[in-house]
C-alpha cells in the first residue's frame, strides 16, 4: 500500500471540485492517513481555473503539491488537465472529465480549443483515463453527480477501499442526494477497467 | 466514522480552526469585515454559543467595537483581511496605548500571491511598526492552539495581540482537536481615564509602558513553547514560521529548524543560540525580509532574501530550489494554453452597466474592489483603476478636480453597496462639499458577492441572516446632499443607458443606483427565472450578445460552406449559442438581439 501521496483535482468554478476533494480527503482519512487539503476561495472562484490540493501520508506537513510530483490528476475538463503539465511526473495518473468548458477567448471567437490536447500528455509517457463523467452521471439520473464519478474512477487508484467512499457518501452527502451519489461512485469506479 | 461532530477529532479549514479557538478561548463580542482569506472565520464563530458577532461596514469599525468589548472586561476578537488592518490602524496604534480590560486579538489574513487582492503587503511590519506582539500559526491544528496563547498573552501583557495567517493556513484543511470553552468573565464597566483616555499627557504616560510591556514580551519569548528548535543533522540551519516551517520540513527533513511561532517580537537569545550550532543560516520566509532584517540587526549573520523569492507564495519546490538549485529535476514545461480568467456569472446585473460605460470609450470608469473588478476584463474592459476600497469615489473626485470643466461628462465612479458602505459614503460627502461634476454607479446587488454572500447595512439582515434594519440608499445619498438621484434596473440595457448619458453629462455630483440582486444569492437561485434560448435560423452572426462576455453565450465559427450548409449565406462567419443550463435568465442577450434569435422558455 501507497504510503504517502498527492492528488491534484483541477477545472473550472461551479464544476463540484469541493465535494469532489472533501469525499477524497475524508476517504483517506478513515484509511489511516494524515491529510491537508489547500483550496482558493474569493476571485478565484467566478469561473476561472480552479484546483484543490489534496496529500497524504503518516505525517504531512506542506498543503501544497510541489511542481513535478502530483501522483494523480483529477481533472473536471480537458483543458484543466493540459494546464497542470508541469504538475505531473511520468508515472502519473490523470482522469481527466472530456467536458470541454470554452475558456473567455474561445467563447469570444479569437482564440480556437486545442482539440487534441490530451495527446500532449499521452506523448509523454503519461497514463491519462478519459471518461464522460457526465454520461455516467446521465445514467444514474442526476447530471450534478460527474464529480462523484469522478472520484469513483480515481479511487481505482488509490487503496482506500470503495466501502470507504461509500461510508463517507453516506456520512457526508444530503441524505436526499447519497443514493444517486453512490450509484454514481461505483458507475464511475467500473469505467476504469472495463 | 471518525471526523463528525461527535469526535474529538474534526477535519477543519484553518479559518473554522480558529473560529473554534477562539470560541474555546471564551471570546465572548467579535467583529470583522468580510475579506479573503479571512471572510469564514466570524462565519463559523458566530454559530457558537455565548459569542455576540457581526458584521461592520469597516475593518476600523470593526477593531473599534472589539477594543469597546475589550474595555468592558471581556474577551473580544477582529477579523480582517491583510488591507483591512490599513484601514484598521488608526484604532491598532493607540490600542497598543491603551491596552484593554478583556483579551483583545487582532486576526490579519494575508495574501500572498495575490489571489483575491490588490497587493500582498507582509502585515508582520505592522507588528514592528505598533509595538504588538504578533503569532503565526503553521496549520489549522496550531492556529485552533495559538488562538488560547494569543488571548492569555494579551491580558498578561495588556496589549492587543496581533494573529497571522496567509491563505495556505486560512484556506487550508487538515486534522484538528477538539477542546472545551475556558470560562468567561462578566462584563463590567471599570472607568480607567489614565488608561483609556489617550490625551497627550495620559499617552505620554502609557508610551513608556509599552517598552516595559515589550522588554517583558521579548523575554518570554525566549520560554514561549510556540517558538521551538527542532535538533536535527547536517550543517545548514533553518529559521522559519507560518507556512514556511511547512516547506522546509519536506525539502530538509533532516535539518535543524528553529520554529518562530511568534514573529514579533523575536528571541534573541534562543536565534543566537540556535545559529552557534549550525554552520550556515538560512531565514525562509514568504515576502519581506522581516525575519532577517531583524536577526541581522542582532549582528547574527544569516541567509535569506539572497536565496528566497521575495514575491509571492513559496512551496517546498521553491525553497529546495533555492537553497540547492542541483537538486532539483526537470519538470515538464507548460503548454501553451488559452487562459481561463475569473468572469461575471451568467445573468451577473453589473454586466448591464459596465456593457454601457464599455459603449463610452471617452469617459474614464474609477473602479473599486468587489466582483465588478472583473469589469475590467475583456470583452468589456470597462474600468480604468482601481486602487482600495471606495476609492472609486475619491479617484473619480481628484481627477474631475484636475481636469476643472474639461471632465465634465467624463468621470464616472463604479462600486458596489458593501464597498459603499465600507468607505464610499465619505467620499461622496466629499464629492458633494466640494462640487464634484463626477457621477457615482452604485451596484447595489443587495450583498457582499466576492467574499460569499455576506449580509451589510444595506442587505436588510444580520451576519446571522436575521431581519435587521436596511439602509435606504436613496435617503442616504439625499440626506448627504446628492442633488440628483437615480435608480435603474441594469438587466435593461437601453433604458440604463438613457439615464447613465444623462448623469454623466450633468455637471452636478450624481449618483446612480443600479439595483438588481446578485443571481447566486440563495432566493434567486431558488426562484429560478425562465432561461433564454438561441433561434439559431434567425441569428445573423452580429456578436451583439457575444460582446457581453456573458459566459453562457458561446460564439461558432464557420466557413463559407459550414454557413451555407447550416442555410446562412456564405458571408456569415458564425453564430452565437446560449447554453441554457448555464443562463439565469436576466435578459439582456435578448434585448441586445435585434434579429430575433433569442427568446424566453416558455414564450412563444
Not at chain 2, 542541483?326 to 514545461?333: I, Q
Request: overall charge negative; proline content about 6%.
Amino acid at each position: 500500500m501507497k504510503q504517502s501521496g498527492n492528488i491534484l483535482f483541477s477545472g473550472v468554478g461551479g464544476q463540484g471540485i469541493l465535494l469532489a476533494s472533501e469525499l477524497t480527503a475524508y476517504a483517506q482519512l478513515e484509511a489511516g492517513f494524515d491529510v491537508k487539503k489547500s483550496e482558493v476561495h474569493g476571485m478565484a472562484q467566478r469561473g476561472g481555473s480552479v484546483e484543490a490540493h489534496l496529500r497524504y501520508g503518516e505525517r504531512v506537513y506542506s498543503p501544497l503539491i510541489d511542481p513535478g510530483t502530483a501522483d494523480i490528476l483529477v481533472a473536471f475538463e480537458i483543458l484543466e488537465a493540459a494546464r497542470y503539465l508541469p504538475y505531473l511526473h511520468k508515472d502519473s495518473a490523470v482522469v481527466v472529465n472530456t467536458q470541454k468548458i470554452l475558456p473567455p477567448a474561445v467563447a469570444l471567437g479569437k482564440m480556437t480549443y486545442p482539440d487534441t490536447i490530451l495527446d500532449e500528455l499521452t506523448d509523454r509517457g503519461i497514463n491519462v483515463v478519459a471518461i464522460d463523467a457526465f454520461a455516467v452521471a446521465g445514467e444514474v439520473g442526476e447530471l450534478r453527480t460527474a464529480n462523484v464519478a469522478m472520484v469513483g474512477a480515481m479511487s481505482n487508484f488509490l487503496a482506500a477501499s470503495p466501502q470507504t467512499f461509500l461510508d463517507v457518501i453516506d456520512e457526508k452527502v444530503k441524505p436526499a442526494f447519497r443514493e444517486v451519489n453512490k450509484q454514481a461512485f461505483e458507475a464511475g469506479r467500473k469505467l476504469v477497467y472495463n | 466514522m471518525a471526523f463528525d461532530e461527535n469526535d474529538n477529532k474534526l477535519w477543519l479549514s484553518g479559518n473554522e480552526a480558529i473560529a473554534l479557538g477562539a470560541w474555546e478561548a471564551g471570546v465572548q463580542v467579535a467583529s470583522g469585515y468580510p475579506g479573503t482569506p479571512s471572510t469564514e472565520i466570524m462565519g463559523n464563530l458566530v454559530k457558537y454559543e455565548g459569542v455576540y458577532g457581526e458584521w461592520a461596514p469597516n475593518e476600523k469599525v470593526g477593531l473599534e467595537v472589539a477594543i469597546g468589548a475589550s474595555f468592558a472586561g471581556v474577551r473580544a476578537f477582529a477579523t480582517m483581511k491583510h488591507v483591512g488592518v490599513n484601514v484598521a490602524a488608526d484604532p491598532l496604534f493607540t490600542a497598543s496605548y491603551t491596552g484593554g480590560r478583556g483579551g483583545l486579538v487582532v486576526l490579519t489574513a494575508d495574501d500572498p500571491q495575490m489571489h483575491s487582492s490588490q497587493n500582498e503587503q507582509d502585515n508582520r511590519n505592522y507588528a514592528f511598526a505598533a509595538k504588538l506582539p504578533m503569532l503565526e500559526p503553521s496549520d489549522p491544528a496550531e492556529a485552533k492552539a495559538m488562538m488560547q496563547t494569543a488571548f492569555e498573552l494579551s491580558e498578561r501583557f495588556d496589549c492587543p495581540v496581533l494573529f497571522r495567517t496567509t491563505t495556505r493556513i486560512a484556506h487550508v484543511k487538515g486534522v484538528v482537536e477538539k477542546g472545551e470553552r475556558v470560562p468567561t468573565e462578566s462584563a463590567s464597566m471599570e472607568k480607567m481615564p489614565a488608561k483609556f483616555v489617550m490625551l497627550p499627557g495620559n499617552a505620554r504616560l502609557r508610551r513608556a509602558e509599552i517598552e516595559k510591556r515589550m522588554a517583558a514580551t521579548r523575554e518570554l519569548a525566549e520560554k514561549l513553547p510556540e517558538n521551538r528548535i527542532e535538533q536535527g543533522n547536517g550543517p545548514r540551519g533553518f529559521i522559519c514560521a507560518g507556512t514556511s516551517y511547512n516547506y522546509v520540513k519536506e525539502a530538509f527533513p533532516e535539518a535543524p529548524v528553529l520554529k518562530l511561532g511568534m514573529v514579533w517580537p523575536l528571541p534573541e537569545g534562543m536565534i543566537r543560540d540556535f545559529a552557534a550550532t549550525v554552520e550556515e543560516l538560512i531565514v525562509v520566509e514568504e515576502l519581506d525580509p522581516f525575519l532577517e532584517t531583524h536577526i541581522k540587526a542582532m549582528g547574527i549573520d544569516c541567509h535569506g532574501k539572497d536565496l528566497i523569492p521575495d514575491q509571492g507564495e513559496l512551496n517546498s519546490f521553491l525553497v529546495r530550489k533555492a537553497v540547492d538549485p542541483d537538486s532539483v529535476g526537470e519538470l515538464f514545461a507548460p503548454l501553451d494554453l488559452p487562459m481561463r480568467p475569473p468572469n461575471m456569472c451568467a445573468g451577473c446585473p453589473h454586466r448591464g452597466i459596465f456593457y454601457n460605460l464599455s459603449k463610452m470609450k471617452d469617459v474614464f470608469v474609477s473602479g473599486d474592489i468587489g466582483c465588478y473588478t472583473l469589469g475590467f476584463l475583456p470583452p468589456l474592459s470597462a474600468m480604468d483603476s482601481c486602487v482600495c476600497m471606495g476609492a472609486s469615489v475619491t479617484v473619480a473626485h481628484g481627477m474631475s478636480k484636475a481636469l476643472g470643466e474639461e471632465g465634465t461628462g467624463k468621470v464616472v465612479a463604479v462600486l458596489g453597496d458593501s464597498t459603499f458602505m465600507h468607505s464610499g459614503m465619505t467620499g461622496l460627502l466629499n464629492a458633494v462639499y466640494n462640487e464634484s461634476n463626477a457621477t457615482v454607479i452604485i451596484l447595489d446587488n443587495r450583498t457582499t458577492a466576492m467574499t460569499g454572500h455576506q449580509n451589510n447595512p444595506a442587505s436588510g439582515k444580520n451576519i446571522k441572516g436575521e431581519p435587521a434594519h436596511a439602509v435606504n440608499l436613496e435617503k442616504l445619498c439625499e440626506a448627504i446632499g446628492v442633488p440628483r438621484v437615480r435608480v435603474v434596473n441594469p438587466h435593461e440595457i437601453t433604458q440604463t443607458q438613457k439615464v447613465l448619458k444623462e448623469e454623466i453629462a450633468s455637471p452636478d455630483p450624481s449618483v446612480v443606483i443600479s439595483r438588481a440582486p446578485c443571481v447566486l444569492l440563495p432566493e434567486m437561485v431558488k426562484a429560478k427565472k425562465p432561461v433564454y434560448f438561441t433561434n439559431l435560423e434567425n441569428c445573423s452572426g452580429c456578436m451583439a450578445c457575444v460582446r457581453l462576455g456573458c459566459p453562457a453565450i458561446s460564439w461558432h465559427p464557420l466557413t463559407p460552406e459550414q454557413a451555407v450548409e447550416r442555410g446562412y449565406t456564405k458571408k456569415q462567419k458564425g453564430y452565437a449559442e446560449i447554453a441554457e443550463v448555464q443562463c439565469n435568465g436576466c435578459g439582456q442577450c435578448a434585448e441586445l438581439c435585434k434579429f430575433d434569435a433569442i427568446s424566453k422558455r416558455g414564450e412563444n
